[in-house]
């Protein structure tokens, strides 16, 4: 072994503790820097070969070689949190759409549809207590004006809740367009991974870039990831691949019929499909989930229990009163909330069998309208009581996933996260490594300079 040897190995020494030094700094540099993986620097002990006869004895390695940077993070507590954040975004899109829907049928206050019944409860009532003719028009035309303002109310809420479809369509949109640009993107990052990766440099920055990216695809569609070993993932929305490799694959969610055809002019009936490249995409979690679950159950659930209600109002008011008195305004059936109305008039209103004695009037389809409204108002507050549980158990549903999302975060922070009080400590001890390496380059140069100068071969 040369004597000059040990030259190389303090070199060595001083590089790799140089090394260590600019990677805590990286660290501490990011620490605030969200997505950021800390850093490690991978060195191990570099052996001397030594074969043959005049190898010597007891003698130490090479020293040291950096074989590398490790990026440290843990695959599952990442797929974790991945996906407890993308339950968060469902649960969080549900609630929103859930107040919606509550927001829609607007039965609060003084103009909600149970105000309105109970309005016109009582005009029948009214109508059914009169024993002459003194203010009976009048009750007449009370019962016809606030019959209309049940049949407005019921009509709005429609309304509403078609335009909270309309409203999930152009988020789905919005949602597909991010998705198929965050697609690209992680494609994009593949390629630039896998080249770097090939030409033996760190490619730890792009994954992190990376990591961001899917968990924004995985917040939008609950995607999951595959990981393949020349660095680079492929995505996939429940079965179909969005990404794999250099490639990305485009997202569509689109209203189809009965028949599975995309359409154009949609509505509550028709449901959201998601495809990729041709193949059905069932999201498993995220805002997309959401949004699709919202459109095809959850306002599709609500507009047929409407459409129930305004069938159980026309029914049981029209087997009350003796004849059609609600009906669709144009002539179909069954009633329907859309198209509901009052198909009665004042002047032709029926509230007794005996009008020619008004004192002796028994009024009996007022009462039995009275008395119908009794199960008709019954029934609405059925709907509206579970309506109201059902949005406060998924905004509840949305808080603790919010806490259990945290959580996960939380431990994969712990994994990957930077901790200024250990990289202090990492410095410190690099920068000792280096003060060493560099004493020991110093005390050779010295042996050398003693060995030379007092054996005379100064100046020879």
Do not use: C
């Amino acid at each position: 072994m040369s004597t000059f040897s040990g030259i190389n190995t303090a070199a060595r020494a001083l590089s790799a503790s140089q090394r260590g030094m600019e990677v805590t700094g990286q660290n501490i540099a990011n620490a605030n820097t969200e997505g950021y993986s800390r850093q490690r620097v991978d060195q191990s002990a570099s052996v001397l070969n030594q074969t043959g006869q005049f190898s010597q004895k007891f003698t130490p390695g090479d020293g040291v070689v950096v074989n590398g940077l490790t990026r440290i993070t843990d695959a599952l507590s990442t797929a974790t949190a991945r996906q407890d954040s993308a339950n968060a975004k469902e649960q969080s899109t549900a609630a929103t759409i859930w107040a919606g829907v509550e927001n829609a049928i607007g039965d609060t206050g003084t103009s909600g549809l149970s105000q309105n019944l109970a309005d016109l409860s009582s005009a029948w009532n009214d109508l059914a207590s009169k024993s002459g003719t003194d203010g009976l028009d009048g009750a007449r035309s009370l019962v016809i004006t606030r019959s209309q303002a049940v049949a407005a109310s019921v009509n709005g809420m429609n309304t509403q809740l078609e335009a909270q479809y309309d409203q999930l369509n152009l988020q789905a949109d919005a949602i597909t367009s991010q998705v198929n640009t965050l697609a690209q993107n992680v494609a994009k990052l593949n390629t630039s991974i896998r080249e770097t990766t090939a030409n033996g440099a760190s490619a730890n920055e792009l994954m992190d870039q990376r990591d961001q990216l899917l968990n924004q695809l995985a917040d939008l569609s609950g995607s999951r990831v595959v990981n393949r070993d020349n660095g680079t993932v492929d995505v996939l929305i429940g079965n179909a691949t969005l990404v794999t490799g250099d490639f990305s694959y485009e997202l569509t969610v689109t209203p189809t019929n009965a028949a599975g055809e995309a359409i154009e002019e949609a509505n509550i009936d028709n449901d959201f499909v998601a495809r990729i490249n041709g193949q059905v995409a069932s999201p498993a979690a995220g805002s997309l989930k959401a949004t699709m679950d919202g459109a095809n159950t959850t306002l599709a659930k609500q507009k047929e229990e409407l459409n129930g209600f305004a069938k159980q109002l026309a029914d049981d008011t029209n087997a009350a009163y003796g004849q059609p008195f609600f009906a669709n305004s144009d002539g179909s059936t069954p009633v329907n909330a859309k198209l509901l109305t009052v198909v009665e008039t004042a002047a032709n209103l029926r509230d007794s069998t005996n009008l020619t004695g008004a004192q002796s009037a028994d009024r009996v389809h007022a009462k039995a309208v009275t008395s119908a409204f009794e199960g008709i108002k019954s029934s609405w507050r059925t709907n509206v009581t579970n309506l109201a549980a059902s949005t406060q158990s998924a905004s509840n549903r949305a808080d603790l996933a919010s806490q259990v999302s945290l959580k996960s975060a939380a431990v994969r922070d712990g994994v990957s996260g930077v901790n200024l009080d250990e990289e202090m400590t990492n410095l410190v001890a690099y920068q000792h490594a280096y003060s060493a390496a560099a004493r020991v380059l110093t005390a050779i140069d010295e042996a050398l300079d003693t060995l030379i100068s007092r054996t005379g071969l100064v100046g020879r």
